[in-house]
């Protein structure tokens, strides 16, 4: 049992890791935060970042905050579909209100949100496995399946600012 415990500790604190680097990634654009392209998307690089670290935040605080007694396992099709493919495709979805950024994004806000985003990825391995978060066309996303999410969706937003940063 000590030995699973352990293997459960070190998959998780390796999903951390991951989702930190992408984090220390949207960290590094910000200075570009101003930069667009509109031949790749209406949005700045810093719509891209505070938009991205928005999500990581507002996941983290859902799960901290949910009953895990009130989690019904229904994951979507469309959720089984993307996670397993490992993609998102662009222009389909649209950010709901509370993780839309304001109209003007500021150096000083992204970097305060990098710290915070730091900070909650380390709370999420000491999380209930059914604490969860309600994601609009995805359903009830539990602990087990929010590493994955952060992971997709960050990394999708990482490559807009790739292309936006593009010649």
């Known amino acids: 049992m000590g030995l699973l415990i352990l293997r459960i500790n070190l998959d998780a604190m390796e999903k951390n890791k991951r989702i930190t680097s992408y984090i220390n990634q949207l960290e590094n654009h910000i200075p570009k935060h101003e930069t667009a392209n509109p031949k790749v998307s209406k949005s700045t690089i810093g719509w891209q970042v505070d938009h991205s670290l928005k999500v ?5 605080k859902a799960l901290q905050t949910s009953d895990p007694e009130l989690y019904k396992n229904n994951f979507s099709f469309l959720g089984k579909f993307f996670f397993t493919i490992g993609f998102f495709p662009r222009g389909k979805a649209k950010a709901p209100k509370h993780v839309k950024p304001p109209e003007v994004v ?3 806000d992204l970097r305060s949100q990098v710290l915070l ?3 909650n990825i380390e709370t999420l391995q000491d999380l209930d496995k059914n604490a969860f978060f309600k994601h609009p066309l995805f359903g009830n996303i539990n602990t087990k399946r929010v590493h994955r999410f952060l ?3 960050t990394h999708h937003h990482l490559k807009i600012i790739d292309d936006i940063l593009k010649p």
């Open 56 to 60: 990581i935040n507002n996941v983290a």
């Open 106 to 108: 500021l150096e000083e």
């Open 117 to 119: 985003a730091k900070s």
């Open 151 to 153: 992971e997709l969706h």
